[in-house]
């Protein structure tokens, strides 16, 4: 059972990994290569994606850290606890784009203007999604093979 429960965390931890690294990404990209209206909000929304990826690759390299992997039970809540405190900065950076996107900024190359108006949110909308699903996760789920 111990060892779903960690396969089950890992997984979780990951899919979570690909959206927001899909946000960091894209963040690295437009850094510098923004009008200044939109800089400062760049930045921030930069400073708060990269501490969620500080904190969440923390825990995928060592998950036993954060999360109980002998007791579904314990580990279900303590997830739950982890993505509602994530979800707090997410929240953050949802303003943020909110605050972007009502500049209505064009980026005159057009692959950069893709990732400032298309990837950028989308990234944080499945991002937020992923964080949904941890919120409800259920103690069978990690015992699962």
Same mark, same amino acid.
């Given at each position: 059972?111990?060892?779903?429960?960690?396969?089950?965390?890992?997984?979780?931890?990951?899919?979570?990994?690909?959206?927001?690294?899909?946000?960091?990404?894209?963040?690295? !990209? /437009?850094?510098?290569?923004?009008?200044?209206?939109? @800089?400062? %909000?760049?930045?921030?929304?930069? *400073? =708060?994606?990269?501490?969620?990826?500080?904190?969440?690759?923390?825990?995928?390299?060592?998950?036993?850290?954060?999360?109980?992997?002998?007791?579904?039970?314990?580990?279900?809540?303590?997830?739950? !606890? /982890?993505?509602?405190?994530?979800?707090?900065?997410? @929240?953050? %950076?949802?303003?943020?784009?909110? *605050? =972007?996107?009502?500049?209505?900024?064009?980026?005159?190359?057009?692959?950069?203007?893709?990732?400032?108006?298309?990837?950028?949110?989308?990234?944080?909308?499945?991002?937020?999604?992923?964080?949904?699903? /941890?919120?409800?996760?259920?103690?069978?789920?990690?015992?699962?093979?």
């Amino acid at each position: 059972m111990r060892n779903n429960i960690s396969k089950n965390v890992y997984s979780l931890i990951h899919e979570l990994l690909v959206p927001l690294k899909t946000i960091v990404g894209a963040h690295s !990209l /437009l850094d510098g290569k923004v009008p200044e209206t939109i @800089e400062v %909000l760049l930045d921030r929304f930069g *400073q =708060i994606s990269n501490k969620l990826d500080t904190e969440i690759m923390a825990l995928f390299s060592d998950p036993s850290a954060k999360i109980n992997l002998r007791l579904a039970e314990m580990a279900t809540e303590q997830i739950r !606890l /982890l993505s509602m405190e994530w979800e707090k900065d997410a @929240e953050k %950076l949802s303003q943020l784009i909110s *605050q =972007i996107n009502a500049t209505n900024t064009r980026l005159e190359d057009e692959l950069l203007n893709k990732v400032l108006n298309k990837i950028l949110p989308n990234g944080l909308r499945d991002f937020r999604k992923r964080l949904t699903d /941890l919120r409800s996760i259920q103690s069978e789920q990690l015992m699962l093979k």
